[in-house]
């Protein structure tokens, strides 16, 4: 499973769940179970007497030992009927009996019980809107736009997390202006397994312009597993309202585990033919797991020069759908050189783009 710095406890959160069973074999195999997933459960051997205790709970499971002393007890959701012989046809029958939502068999059924107690653990509600940013070339401007959707994210009061997803771009925390803050880096949660506790992982970050960046060190370029991306994109998910991720031209495993869970990517493309035709490589390799990209088209420093495409012919040639056209922001670079994060201004042109984008994004409007 994973390292205890980045667990959590249902004890912490006021969510246990509940255990019914007599049998010393399997109790043993379900607080380990709960263990696992950082739950420390109330136990007991039939319906619980006190008012709510099997009411309220968030979620039950019962030994199939138990379900003769169930009988009579108010359905409810939440019920999971867990054995331990595999060879027992008759556990679904008694899963039927009490109404149980699931009927799973030791050890077959274990990390998904590992990973429903940790959803009730957590409280998990409504998963982030995750936006994925990709440069269509060098120097596109990619983790500019990234930090300022981020920015805007936060001041308009949504839960966010800022996730750099590419080691070779020297690190958001510079950008944001907070390369000595305190908290982990990426080297620190590259060799994560398992499940990621979202809260720990939001708590153990640094903070900065109110919102919550995993970003490099200046260290040596260290390898993410692909599980560590998985696992830690889901602990950012989990956590609801807004995730941005910066994400490499390159995809490779663990880029393709960040793909995988962005609902929306941003494809930023300067408006000329060269770029366009760097673009449709970068495109074609993220549209195989990129389950909705668009453009967003950078316009010519000045007005539109000989050569220069107009968006909706970059998008075209592209064959993805126009997100919109990235404004000139003529007082970007001297905030920047001032220690301002990009999208800081809430009356620049950047940060009306930004704001804009999240107001059309369905369910952006996760608060912290």
């Known amino acids: ?46 319906v619980p007497g006190r008012r709510g205790g099997w009411e309220k709970a ?25 054995g331990r012989d595999q060879d027992d046809p008759g556990v679904w029958r008694r899963g039927v009996e009490i109404g149980a939502d699931h009927v799973l068999v030791l050890p077959d059924g274990e990390q998904w019980l590992v990973d429903r107690i940790a959803d009730v653990a957590e409280g998990v509600g409504r998963p982030a809107v995750t936006v994925g940013v990709i440069g269509g070339r060098g120097g596109a401007g990619a983790s500019t736009l990234a930090c300022a959707l981020a920015v805007t994210a936060a001041r308009a009061g949504r839960r966010t997390m800022l996730v750099d997803a590419d080691p070779l771009g020297g690190g958001l925390d510079v950008l944001l202006g907070g390369e000595s803050a305190e908290g982990l880096r990426w080297p620190d949660l590259a060799a994560s397994r398992g ?7 939001e708590e153990s970050l640094p903070e900065l312009h109110s919102l919550r960046l995993l970003s490099w060190d200046r260290g040596d370029t260290v390898v993410v597993a692909p599980e560590a991306m998985r696992a830690v994109l889901a602990a950012a998910r989990r ?11 390159r995809v490779d495993e663990g880029v393709a585990e960040a793909l995988a869970q962005i609902d929306l990517g941003l494809l930023l493309v300067p408006a000329e033919l060269r770029a366009v035709a760097a673009a449709g490589k970068v495109a074609s390799a993220a549209g195989m797991v990129l389950r909705d990209l ?12 000989p050569g220069s495409l107009a968006p909706d012919e970059v998008a075209r040639l592209l064959g993805l759908p126009l997100a919109g056209e990235l404004p000139q922001d003529p007082g970007l670079t001297s905030a920047q050189q001032a220690g301002a994060p990009p999208g800081r201004d809430h009356k620049g042109p950047l940060a009306r783009f930004c704001t804009a984008l999240w107001d059309r994004l369905p369910d952006a409007g996760g608060a912290r």
Not at 27 to 45: K, M, S, T, W, Y
Not at 65 to 79: E, H
Not at 195 to 201: F, H, N, P, W
Request: aromatic share 0%; with cysteine.
């Open 195 to 201: 499940r990621v506790g979202g809260g720990a992982l």
């Open 1 to 46: 499973m994973l390292s205890n710095d980045l667990g959590e406890t249902a004890e912490t959160s006021g969510r246990a769940p509940l255990i019914i069973t007599e049998d010393i074999d399997l109790l043993d195999d379900l607080l380990r179970l709960c263990a696992a997933a950082g739950a420390r459960p109330e136990v007991h051997h039939g």
């Open 239 to 249: 956590r609801g309202g807004a995730v941005v991720v910066d994400l490499p031209r």
């Open 294 to 305: 668009r453009i967003v088209v950078r316009p010519p420093a000045s007005g539109r020069p």
């Open 58 to 82: 968030p979620l039950v499971l019962v030994g199939d030992d138990a379900v003769p002393r169930l009988r009579g007890a108010a359905r409810r959701g939440g019920v999971v009927l867990v």
